[in-house]
């Protein structure tokens, strides 16, 4: 059973987009040819979010692990 976290504006983040969203998190300091506003707009992308949105829900989950 996945747990669905509302996030950013009602929509609805599962368990898998948070990993995934903690795997990009990971991989960010061995990409670092990839420019990292490129990087935000792929795993935007990749959870079906504006960079924006994106940014609210990574935010947010920084907050939540504090």
């Not at 059973?1 to 960010?28: A, K, L």
């Not at 990087?39 to 990574?58: C, D, I, P, Y």
């Amino acid at each position: 059973m996945r747990m669905t976290i509302y996030g950013i504006n009602g929509v609805p983040i599962s368990d898998s987009d948070v990993e995934h969203i903690q795997r990009f998190d990971q991989m960010r300091h061995t990409l670092p040819s990839v420019p990292s506003a490129e990087k935000e707009r792929q795993q935007a992308e990749a959870l079906g979010l504006s960079v924006e949105q994106f940014r609210q829900l990574n935010a947010s989950l920084k907050a939540l692990k504090r």
